[in-house]
């Protein structure tokens, strides 16, 4: 009986050696792919802000822009400023009668 208890326990320790094995390479790997996902989502992270800033500086860009056409005003009076409201119909702002 003895001779059957030393055997089984040297086969019951090299199957633990290959199972500590095998879990140690399971963790490399999870390692390695935890790492290659945090670098991916970081990435994607920077990418998101890289984009919305360049989108608050064109939106920034089109405030002044628009801004600065409010602002400007015709230098010459008989220049009038017309709005479409629909379809074919328009209306003037700063008519003069008195030219007629």
Not at 3 to 15: D, E, I, L, V
Not at 26 to 47: D, E, H, Q, S
Not at 50 to 70: D, F, I, N, V, W
Request: aromatic share 8%; glycine share 8%.
């Amino acid at each position: 009986m003895g001779a059957q208890s030393s055997a089984a326990r040297n086969g019951g320790s090299a199957w633990k050696s290959l199972a500590w094995i095998g879990g140690a390479l399971a963790t490399a790997a999870a390692a390695a792919v935890a790492a290659v996902l945090a670098v991916f989502f970081a990435a994607t992270v920077v990418v998101i802000a890289l984009m919305a800033s360049c989108l608050l500086a064109l939106a920034g860009l089109a405030m002044r822009a628009r801004r600065s056409t409010a602002r400007a005003r015709p230098a010459d009076p008989s220049i009038i400023e017309a709005h479409n409201v629909g379809g074919h119909s328009w209306v003037a702002y700063g008519w003069d009668r008195q030219a007629r």
